[in-house]
């Protein structure tokens, strides 16, 4: 297996495979090109949906009976909170394909559960705050 070694590189220099089985790819050199090269993805959507606007009584298991109408169902979590162990009123759902995600949220997007329309569409990562309930200052 191919496995390149960088010395010392000038900025707009780029390392490629010499082993001519390995695949032609040429790998950037520096911090910056890299951040461009994986910053280009694609919009794809994720196989985890966020549901909102839960009553406060809905359990996982509902959530998951439900979403196994369209497919599999890999994960099921209902967020409480961590002192009254209420729910907080939303979830997350992680569907074994993007297929079946992307007809869940269009199936169950405002569908009436427990007499409340119900909020599907795709999860967002976590936003990274390093804040940690600390105070704000700048």
């Known amino acids: 297996m191919w496995a390149p070694t960088i010395k010392s590189l000038k900025s707009n220099q780029s390392v490629t495979p010499l082993d001519r089985q390995s695949p032609l790819v040429t790998v950037p050199a520096n ?3 890299c ?20 009553s406060f009584d809905t359990t996982s298991d509902e959530i998951r009976d439900l979403f196994s109408e369209v497919g599999g169902v890999e994960s099921c979590q209902v967020i409480t909170d961590r002192e009254t ?4 009123g939303f979830g997350f759902i992680e569907m074994n ?3 079946e995600a992307t007809t869940a949220r269009e199936k169950f997007n405002g569908k009436d559960l427990h007499g409340r329309a119900l909020k599907v569409d795709e999860a967002k990562p976590k936003a990274d705050n390093r804040n940690n309930g600390g105070s704000q200052r700048y």
Do not use: I
């Open 31 to 33: 911090r910056s090109a």
């Open 35 to 54: 951040f461009r090269l994986y910053s280009k993805r694609e919009n794809v959507m994720s196989t985890k949906l966020f549901v909102g606007n839960l």
């Open 85 to 88: 162990g209420r729910s907080k």
């Open 97 to 99: 394909s993007r297929a």
